[in-house]
């Protein structure tokens, strides 16, 4: 009570009062003891009064009893602390892996894309400079060139699903032909832009996952999960207000089509 000079003036009043209002009605030339007992609150709990030799209180069982109370109430407010501090303590763990969980994924989109950047202007320069294309290079482009359509899709769909079962292959080429992209943004004449999925083969690649470009599964359902997860990230992407280009923009709102679409069948499943 001496952190709490107001708790201590009003636990000395309660005590006060109680003693003089049975002062009032002791006998003449009497003296009467007081033992008072405080609970927690400073209410008072038991009391023993002694006067001429006689006393007036709770009995030793009723003493003991009390004391087992108070250390009943003790144990159970230290465990109700211990369970206070460990949901604390796992909340600020669960944060702290939510928050590390971020930045990696942050960093990793952050060097997917640099990458890619890096690889565009490089790409355009290349371009630009045909006397110093490689023969090798050449030979490349003239075979993607030769290849048809449809085998060029299956090449991209055999980098996103190698193992996927035939069904979730061929809901992935009927997307295709309906949406006219794939989930990679993958053409003939270079990538789009960065897709979700294509950023989803980065970030395992980045940790070093085996077979990283393999994000469609063995299952109807691991294909549905990274379907999922690239249309959620396409929605909530980690810079909202970034400024892209009309192409880019259209290039995007196709990627989320096909997204939709191929879930849809995927469901179907």
């Not at 090449?155 to 979730?168: F, K, M, T």
């Not at 309906?178 to 395992?204: P, S």
Request: charged share 35%; hydrophobic share 35%; net charge negative.
């Amino acid at each position: 009570m001496k952190d709490d000079p107001t708790l201590a003036k009003q636990v000395m009043e309660r005590v006060e009062t109680f003693i003089a209002e049975k002062e009032a009605t002791k006998r003449p030339n009497r003296i009467r003891s007081y033992l008072l007992v405080l609970d927690e609150e400073g209410e008072i709990a038991h009391t023993c009064i002694t006067s001429g030799g006689g006393v007036s209180g709770p009995t030793e069982a009723a003493q003991r009893q009390f004391e087992a109370e108070q250390e009943a109430k003790r144990k159970r407010r230290a465990e109700y602390m211990g369970i206070v501090e460990e949901s604390a303590l796992k909340r600020k763990l669960m944060e702290q892996e939510a928050n590390e969980q971020y930045d990696k994924a942050s960093i990793a989109k952050e060097k997917v894309s640099a990458v890619y950047e890096k690889n565009s202007i490089e790409t355009v320069a290349e371009k630009s400079v045909q006397d110093k294309v490689t023969e090798c290079g050449e030979k490349d482009e003239e075979q993607i060139r030769r290849m048809s359509e449809t085998d060029f899709e299956e090449r991209v769909l055999q980098s996103a699903g190698p193992y996927a079962p035939q069904s979730v292959k061929d809901a992935w080429m009927e997307t295709v032909k309906e949406v006219g992209v794939n989930g990679l943004g993958e053409t003939k004449n270079g990538r789009t832009h960065i897709t979700q999925m294509y950023i989803q083969q980065a970030i395992a690649n980045y940790y070093g996952l085996l077979h990283s470009n393999d994000i469609l599964g063995d299952y109807v359902e691991s294909a549905i999960r990274a379907t999922q997860k690239a249309l959620y990230d396409f929605d909530h992407p980690l810079e909202p207000g970034k400024v892209i280009s009309m192409e880019e923009q259209q290039a995007r709102m196709k990627e989320r089509e096909f997204y939709t679409v191929f879930l849809e069948k995927l469901k179907r499943l």
